[in-house]
């Protein structure tokens, strides 16, 4: 018996350590898209490649989401401890959530603030920073997201719905709408935004960087 949970344990662990090895290649679906599409609810994505997305939109969403996703390993130590020490429960941590962790608990994990999925999503996001490039984890990052009420996921469906464009097409005002929504794509609409929104993104557009070598050094956004 013991050997047997000992097989168990060693394949669900395997298991998201070679899919991620697989990802450079073979293009990912999230644990939420799997739900909907088995409790027979709408799924609307259309996989985009980086290199057709407009390049605001790429750096407006780092910006909002994992500034720093260039220069850290997957997981952000110092913005991790920051947020723990000035946040009273774990919903105020969120800041601290790299792009990598939230592929890792979009793709291998389940939604929920439960220490337990935290303390495996951390090492997840190490490895996938360690065996994908950073220009494929933004890829993928970009087409799982949930953008969306009503089962529309990565930004090629978010901007469909919101602004009837294409993510090639999105602009910096449109790339600041979208990327306030992901918080909370339920509540946010970036096609018809509430004050609120409008401010988050006004903030969010005047600090997104230019082009530039911060973030030509990991991406691939010289168009």
């Known amino acids: 018996m013991i050997r047997l949970l000992m097989r168990v344990a060693l ?6 350590l070679v899919l991620a090895v697989l990802y450079n290649w073979i293009n990912p679906v999230s644990t939420l898209m799997l739900a909907r599409w088995v409790s027979g609810e709408r799924v609307e994505r259309i996989w985009t490649p980086l290199s057709d997305m407009a390049p605001v939109l790429v750096r407006t969403v780092i910006a909002s989401e994992d500034a720093r996703f260039c220069h850290h390993p997957g997981v952000d130590i110092a913005e991790m401890r920051a947020a723990i020490e000035k946040a009273d429960d774990l919903e105020e941590t969120r800041g601290a959530s790299t792009i990598p ?9 389940w939604p929920g603030r439960e220490l337990i999925r935290k303390a495996i999503e951390i090492p997840l996001a190490f490895w996938l920073d ?27 469906a978010g901007a469909e719905r919101a602004f009837r464009t294409p993510a090639a097409e999105v602009n910096a005002t449109q790339a600041a709408l979208l990327a306030v929504m992901l918080p909370n794509p339920i509540r946010r609409d970036a096609g018809d935004p509430s004050p609120g929104v409008r401010r988050l993104a006004a903030r969010l557009a005047a600090r997104v960087p230019k082009e530039g070598p911060e973030l030509v050094s990991c991406l691939s956004l010289s168009r």
Request: glycine content about 8%; hydrophobic content about 50%; cysteine-free.
């Open 11 to 16: 394949t669900l662990i395997a298991i998201p």
């Open 101 to 109: 962790m939230q592929i890792a608990k979009n793709l291998f994990l």
């Open 130 to 156: 360690l065996v994908v490039s950073k220009d494929r984890l933004i890829e993928i990052y970009l087409n799982i997201a949930e953008w969306g009420p009503d089962g529309e996921f990565g930004v090629e």
